[in-house]
């Protein structure tokens, strides 16, 4: 289903003069390792598979590719996020080849959404090369679609990742609704941080799903947790070690307002947060300055809140409620 740029690879193993590599390849893809390694063999390279988790662009296994002496890093899956390389490094986007799954579900998505509507599109990046036809299709059935400007963590017009939804939020002004083509948790992402309605495609389902309904459900739960924060009197201010979620600044900034509302604050360094790395910590709450994602998918894991910063800022006054929700500020504050 998927194609992997072999001749990319190619160029990239000549100029880099690679011959031992780290293969990181996140949990979907990963029955296509085998391939992958056979054809490393053919250019005598040593591969060296990760199995460690793998959450996006913004996770590269440097720390790892240093450790094992790898000349490079191939990192399958997602596209470059991030511009400085501590190694040298190719990102696989491993783009679907064939259509025929997103084509198929034309006719749903007008059925769903209905006709004369102007829809911004976005799409994870493995169904890039198949979007022009899908457009197509969608104007044949009276869909109107726009794709908006390319993010900051995005290096295509029209993808979306989990914490960058800039082709819908550049244009939300101009649509009624937006379409994400992936999952459920691309198109969550996208229903919090717009005020217009939001549909998501799971083209291998089948399957056209409203997100509203949900987004408001997870936001009453997230109104919960920042209540419980404001009683909590010890707080740590969690840092990742991830290259592409390490926000040092943001961590600082925000112990040194919750101390001046008299919080007694620590920082936390983390790389993989795990409940158990939290259970014996004699913190009340915790702030995330790691991936957003983490806080709204997977609160629930914690027995303490696990508070974004836009959320820290509302607990304390310092953000209204109704002009952070369905905003790029709740994710990106």
Not at 146 to 154: A, N
Request: with cysteine; net charge neutral; proline share 4%.
């Amino acid at each position: 289903m998927y194609k992997i740029e072999f001749d990319q690879l190619d160029q990239w193993i000549e100029n880099y003069k690679i011959k031992r590599v780290l293969v990181q390849v996140p949990l979907g893809l990963r029955s296509m390792i085998p391939e992958v390694v056979r054809h490393l063999k053919t250019k005598n390279v040593e591969a060296i598979i990760s199995i460690d988790s793998c959450w996006g662009a913004c996770d590269l296994a440097y720390g790892e590719a240093k450790a094992l002496a790898a000349d490079g890093l191939i990192h399958m899956g997602h596209a470059r996020m991030i511009k400085y390389e501590e190694v040298p490094t190719i990102y696989l986007e491993c783009r679907v080849s064939d259509p025929t799954s997103l084509i198929r579900v034309a006719d749903k998505v007008a059925e769903v959404i209905g006709e004369k509507k102007v829809v911004g599109l976005g799409m994870t990046v493995q169904w890039l090369d198949t979007v022009d036809l899908f457009i197509e299709k969608l104007k044949e059935r009276g869909i109107i679609p726009l794709i908006g400007s390319k993010g900051p963590k995005t290096p295509y017009r029209g993808v979306v990742v989990g914490c960058d939804y800039t082709c819908i939020w550049s244009i939300v002004d101009k649509i009624d609704c937006s379409l994400i083509i992936g999952s459920t948790f691309h198109g969550l992402g996208a229903a919090l941080t717009t005020s217009k309605p939001v549909y998501t495609i799971d083209p291998e389902l089948g399957i056209v799903k409203e997100m509203d309904t949900e987004a408001e459900n997870l936001l009453k739960c997230r109104y919960a947790w920042i209540e419980v924060f404001k009683n909590a009197k010890r707080i740590g201010v969690l840092i990742s070690m991830k290259i592409g979620q390490r926000k040092i600044g943001t961590a600082l900034r925000l112990k040194k307002i919750l101390e001046a509302e008299g919080k007694e604050v620590d920082l936390l360094s983390v790389d993989e947060l795990r409940e158990d790395l939290l259970d014996n910590l004699p913190y009340d709450g915790y702030v995330n300055t790691a991936c957003p994602r983490l806080s709204l998918e997977d609160q629930m894991r914690f027995r303490a809140p696990l508070l974004l910063p836009s959320e820290v800022l509302l607990s304390i006054g310092k953000l209204k409620w109704k002009n952070t929700i369905y905003s790029t500020k709740y994710l990106l504050v």
